[in-house]
């Protein structure tokens, strides 16, 4: 299947839209609808969703139930904006989140919404383990992002991103993550700079991590590293950081990412799908002997979306048994038996498979080669974006409700986009 090329008007975004705008030029056209795992254009051309609002989108576009829920609480004149002021979605929310997810799961943690997205619980994750334990400094990994504000781009590896800032981004050192380089033992490097005090390296206060790192290319940091992360904090009373903005709320097949590793964070941070409608909301979970917070001392005017908790409460009834969670690990073996054999029957790809759940993609030693496939993919009705430091993953980030048919679907059409790609390179050599 290929798309016609929509007779839409984009001037207006190129006349009045700062050049900063990205997505608009990766996927040109206008939208006008959505439903569960597809997307039409007002020419009604239609999408199958591979991007899922760059994860924000897990349960998919317009939810049946989340959307009468949110029809009968604006109908009922219910408070859309509240700052923190108690209101009955905020308590459903916190009662939901801890009957459904916490107790099940054995973990205590306060709850912190700190604003309305993913850098706003990074934020607050860096400020509150700089207050607990005094320090400054806090170790981050190499490709990690975690974020556009100045705190969380000091612990971003994204050159190109870290430029925009502007200014120096001191307090942070970085380190190389999980398989960063063959044969190279990254925790070991790092508890030695951390114990020897001949290193130059001060105690820190935090290590903050992806266990699968969205932006940074899809690499998926195995549980044995996680462990030994986790250990080194325990033992140097460091705090421990997990940054589930993207890979949290079902990505990897439990609602955590950091599950099946068998860690307890002090801080984790969710945003993105925590609403479960892409309405903006997000929060930091902190265990309650580090909440040392006083009232007010961080905060912000959009810490209150009624609307968003509505969603978000129902979106929590995927959990309360293990049938969602079985589900999207069952639909990441169909994806990755495809994706495998894209790899050995296309070896001009020079691919591989990489990541955990349905956070998956193909990362190509060929230089542009993953941009070139995400747009032949568009031209053909799939919605795909790419990763990594030079755009080099094709990733793959569908909504988890998506069924075996849209599935097929959509890898068909990156198997003809891989075709066509190849076969453009064949015919200019």
């Known amino acids: 299947m290929t798309i016609s090329n929509p007779k839409t008007d984009l001037n207006v975004f190129e006349n009045y839209e700062s050049e900063v705008r990205s997505y608009s030029r990766s996927f040109p056209t206008i939208f006008d609808k959505a439903k569960g795992y597809q997307l039409w ?14 994860g924000a989108l897990n349960y998919g576009h ?18 859309l904006h ?28 306060k709850i912190m919404f700190p604003g309305p997205t993913g850098t706003n619980t990074v934020e607050s994750a860096l400020k509150i383990a700089r207050k607990v334990t005094n320090r400054e400094k806090v170790v981050t990994f190499t490709n990690a992002f975690h974020g556009m ?22 307090y942070s050192m970085v380190m190389p993550f999980d398989d960063y380089m063959d044969h190279f033992d990254s925790l070991t490097y790092l508890e030695k700079m951390i114990d020897d005090d001949g290193s130059g390296v001060d105690l820190p206060a935090a290590v903050i991590l992806e266990t699968v790192q969205g932006e940074g290319g899809i690499n ?33 097949g439990t609602f955590f990412s950091f599950e099946q590793a068998g860690i307890s964070p002090d801080v984790i ?10 309405l903006p909301m997000a929060i930091t979970l902190i265990k309650p002997e580090y909440d040392i917070w006083g009232p007010g001392e961080h905060n912000g005017t959009f810490r209150g979306n009624n609307l968003a908790f509505v969603t978000a ?6 959990w309360k048994t293990n049938e969602f969670s079985d589900s999207i690990l069952n639909k990441s073996e169909l994806f990755k038996k495809r994706l495998n054999q894209f790899v050995e029957e296309y070896p001009e790809l020079q691919g591989k498979v990489q990541g955990r759940g349905l956070m998956l993609g193909i990362s190509s030693e060929k230089e542009g080669l993953s941009g070139q496939l995400a747009q032949a993919a568009f031209e053909r009705g799939l919605i795909i974006e790419t990763s990594g430091p030079d755009d080099e993953v094709l990733k793959i980030l569908p909504p988890l409700i998506i069924d075996e048919e849209g599935i097929e679907k959509g890898l068909d059409i990156i198997e003809e986009s891989i075709k066509a790609v190849l076969g453009k390179e064949e015919a200019k050599v």
């Open 149 to 170: 504000t100045i705190g969380a781009l000091s612990v971003t590896g994204n050159a190109f991103k870290r430029h925009g800032a502007g200014i120096p981004l001191p």
């Open 62 to 79: 317009n939810d049946d139930a989340m959307q009468q829920k949110l029809t009968e609480y604006i109908q009922r004149d219910g408070l």
């Open 41 to 54: 254009d007002k020419n009604g051309n239609e999408y199958i969703d591979f991007f899922a609002g760059a």
């Open 220 to 252: 998926a940091a195995s549980f044995e590293w996680l462990k030994r992360v986790e250990e080194l904090c325990r033992r140097r009373d460091i705090l421990l950081i997990v940054d589930d903005v993207q890979a949290g709320c079902g990505r990897t």
């Open 82 to 109: 509240s700052l923190d002021m108690a209101t009955n979605p905020r308590a459903e929310f916190l009662q939901q989140f801890n009957e459904v997810i916490l107790k099940p799961r054995d973990m205590d943690y």
């Open 269 to 278: 941070c969710l945003s993105k799908s925590i609403s479960g409608s892409g």
């Open 313 to 318: 409460s129902e979106a929590l009834n995927h």
